[in-house]
T-cell receptor, first 111, second 117 residues
Framework: QKEVEQDPGPLSVPEGAIVSLNCTYSNSAFQYFMWYRQYSRKGPELLMYTYSSGNKEDGRFTAQVDKSSKYISLFIRDSQPSDSATYLCAMSAFYGQNFVFGPGTRLSVLP | DAMVIQNPRYQVTQFGKPVTLSCSQTLNHNVMYWYQQKSSQAPKLLFHYYDKDFNNEADTPDNFQSRRPNTSFCFLDIRSPGLGDAAMYLC????????????????FGPGTRLTVL
């Protein structure tokens, strides 16, 4: 079993839809959770950061962490074509090091 | 703007011909990472520098070496590239001071796409 699992997609949605992206993980020691967005031929950029369980909202993005289920989600409201990218979840047990990434979900938002 | 810069953006080399990829940062971060990312896969950590301390991942091939001559620069040397080494190589930085969020944020460069002929 991979340490972090993520549906690779591709996921295609119409503009304005609510998008749900998910990761599951096996290491119960993970406590720092991040979502990165990666446009084609670019490096990943940090979107959301969450420590331990709970929800965090930033504009159209909401990150949820359920440590009991070892499940994290990223919701995108009112999705835009500019949201079309690959979304990578990443997590670590210890701050600053030993990040583990999921393989990414490729999202296409169709105008 | 403070940033992570990678050069070149695209590198073509021949099978077995050594190649060096470079990364520089103006963020003054003390940790620098090199990742290998193949198509539709997660970035795979090759090694990282925690200040001057080099940390190699157990499954990083010996063919990959790294140098960090100072805080701002880090190099990835591939001694004898094989066809399987064709990938995007990402440099990232982070710091071990500041808020928890600050410490956990990795800043990535745009990557160098390596082609091996």
């Amino acid at each position: 079993q991979k340490e972090v699992e993520q549906d690779p997609g591709p996921l295609s949605v119409p503009e304005g839809a609510i998008v749900s992206l998910n990761c599951t993980y096996s290491n119960s020691a993970f406590q720092y959770f991040m979502w990165y967005r990666q446009y084609s031929r670019k490096g990943p950029e940090l979107l959301m950061y969450t420590y331990s369980s709970g929800n965090k909202e930033d504009g159209r993005f909401t990150a949820q962490v359920d440590k009991s289920s070892k499940y994290i989600s990223l919701f995108i409201r009112d999705s835009q074509p500019s949201d079309s990218a690959t979304y990578l979840c990443a997590m670590s047990a210890f701050y600053g090091q030993n990040f583990v990434f999921g393989p990414g979900t490729r999202l296409s938002v169709l105008p | 703007d403070a940033m992570v810069i990678q050069n070149p953006r695209y590198q073509v080399t021949q099978f077995g011909k050594p190649v060096t990829l470079s990364c520089s940062q103006t963020l003054n971060h003390n940790v620098m990472y090199w990742y290998q990312q193949k198509s539709s896969q997660a970035p795979k950590l090759l090694f990282h520098y925690y200040d001057k301390d080099f940390n190699n991942e157990a499954d990083t091939p010996d063919n990959f070496q790294s140098r960090r001559p100072n805080t701002s620069f880090c190099f990835l040397d591939i001694r004898s590239p094989g066809l399987g080494d064709a990938a995007m190589y990402l440099c990232a930085t982070s710091k071990t001071s500041g808020s928890v969020r600050d410490r956990d944020t990795q800043y990535f460069g745009p990557g160098t796409r390596l082609t091996v002929l």
